[in-house]
């Protein structure tokens, strides 16, 4: 958090939440920033709005100096943007399946949206593209083109040379944070995240973080959550999805204000945004949670490993190198099914080379359903035939509510301590 918030972000936390609020558990955070007024986060935010306005003109003019544009045009770029003017941002590699045009889809809509006298909205963009990347270069190309509108000059920005500098100041201003990946192409997607310490709040395809961290309450959601590959159909319903959110939701909850012209419902969302999202989408509670529950647990297994010079270590590396040399033999046998009115029995011949039963685990598998977890079901070594070279039986009973062929039986490596598939990958399955 401290490498992204703003001063008046670290204040404002300070001021609800205490010092220290990062270093400890995040229990108390939500309730804390809670009882902020809406008459403080209000002062917050526009505040940050218009430093970042203040930022951007500055860079802008800074840059348009660089490239030998007219003295008239600096001017112009230092008086550009309203700090009392939604400010959405957008900002990232330029590459396709980012889809950083899907907002240009439809220019005469976007510039309507852009213009509108009453709710006027800006747009702060930035980005590269790879230098071996045509396609990423082109749509910068086409957002510049038609930036260079005189019409749309006033209302957007595209300020060049993106780098940690640029991405800090606009995470700490803007009002939304706009994320239009192609689903399920977004690796996670931390710049939506960075912008919730200081109360941005975010517009996005449900994909990577955004996926899990939707609720209506802290923000607005792009798409239906499923995939629809690179479909051009499919990207003309989105771009029509976003302005309409924009144009519906987005824009008239910022632009009604109470008698003191606080926008009581956009502060109420963007509370609940740093109260819920804020503590749980953090570098703090990772890297807490990994040492809770990966790295400690994982010391005390290699302490227990390396106890008494190694006894329980070089066990498991002989138990290892028996199975290396022995699993390629195995295989299955005859797999017989009864069914009756509520359970399936399966039987399964399993031909083990003479490893031991105890070195290995028997179990059927089914996918799961409409997402849900797979089912595994242990089956159990019930005896060994005399008259059959290391032919082993296994059964077990599954519930008939599923198809009995939804079920594959699979041989799973099995010694005390050791974590299968990670340490040790060979799993057969029947065919």
């Known amino acids: 958090m401290p490498t992204w918030d703003s001063a008046p972000s670290d204040d404002l936390w300070t001021e609800a939440c205490g010092q220290d609020r990062w270093m400890g558990t995040k229990e108390a955070l939500d309730q804390n920033i809670r009882r902020l007024s809406d008459d403080r986060l209000w002062q917050f935010r526009t505040a940050a709005t218009r430093s970042l306005v203040e930022y951007a003109r500055e860079r802008l003019s800074r840059q348009l100096t660089a490239s030998g544009a007219s003295p008239g045009e600096v001017d112009l770029a230092k008086q550009l943007f309203d700090p009392g003017t939604l400010t959405l941002g957008f900002a990232r590699r330029f590459a396709t399946y980012k889809r950083p045009n899907l907002l240009l889809r439809n220019p005469e809509r976007l510039l309507r949206l ?67 990946p192609r689903r399920p192409w977004e690796a996670s997607g931390t710049s939506g995240m960075k912008v919730l310490v200081n109360g941005g709040i975010n517009l996005s395809e449900l994909d990577g973080w955004w996926a899990e961290a939707y609720t209506p309450e802290v923000g607005w959601a792009l798409g239906d959550g499923q995939e629809h590959g690179d479909d051009p159909a499919w990207d003309a319903v989105e771009a029509d999805a976003l302005y309409d959110l924009l144009e519906q939701q987005v824009i008239p909850e910022f632009y009604a204000r109470d008698e003191s012209g606080i926008p009581t419902t956009w502060v109420k969302r963007m509370r609940e945004s740093m109260a819920r999202l804020t503590p749980r989408f953090s570098a703090d509670r990772t890297v807490r949670e990994y040492t809770e529950q990966h790295y400690i647990s994982a010391a005390a297994i290699y302490r227990k490993r390396a106890a008494d010079k190694g006894a329980i270590g070089r066990q498991m590396v002989d138990w290892q190198y028996s199975l290396e040399q022995k699993w390629a033999a195995l295989h299955f046998g005859e797999v017989r099914v009864a069914t009756d009115a509520a359970w399936h029995i399966f039987e399964v011949e399993v031909y083990l080379n003479d490893l031991d039963p105890n070195e290995v685990q028997v179990e059927l598998y089914a996918d799961g359903v409409n997402g849900g977890a797979p089912l595994r079901e242990k089956m159990n070594h019930s005896e060994q035939l005399a008259d059959a070279a290391g032919c082993h039986i296994y059964r077990a009973t599954v519930s008939s509510t599923r198809l009995a062929t939804d079920y594959t039986a699979r041989i799973i490596p099995h010694c005390a301590g050791v974590a299968v598939p990670l340490e040790v990958d060979s799993i057969l399955w029947q065919r």
């Open 114 to 180: 852009l213009t509108n006298p009453e709710r006027p909205v800006q747009l702060i963009i930035a980005g590269k593209a790879h230098p071996a990347d045509q396609a990423g270069q082109a749509l910068i190309r086409e957002w510049i083109n038609f930036i260079r509108q005189p019409e749309t000059r006033p209302h957007i920005v595209f300020l060049s040379d993106y780098d940690m500098l640029l991405t800090e100041h606009l995470v700490q201003g803007v009002d939304v944070w706009i994320n239009t």
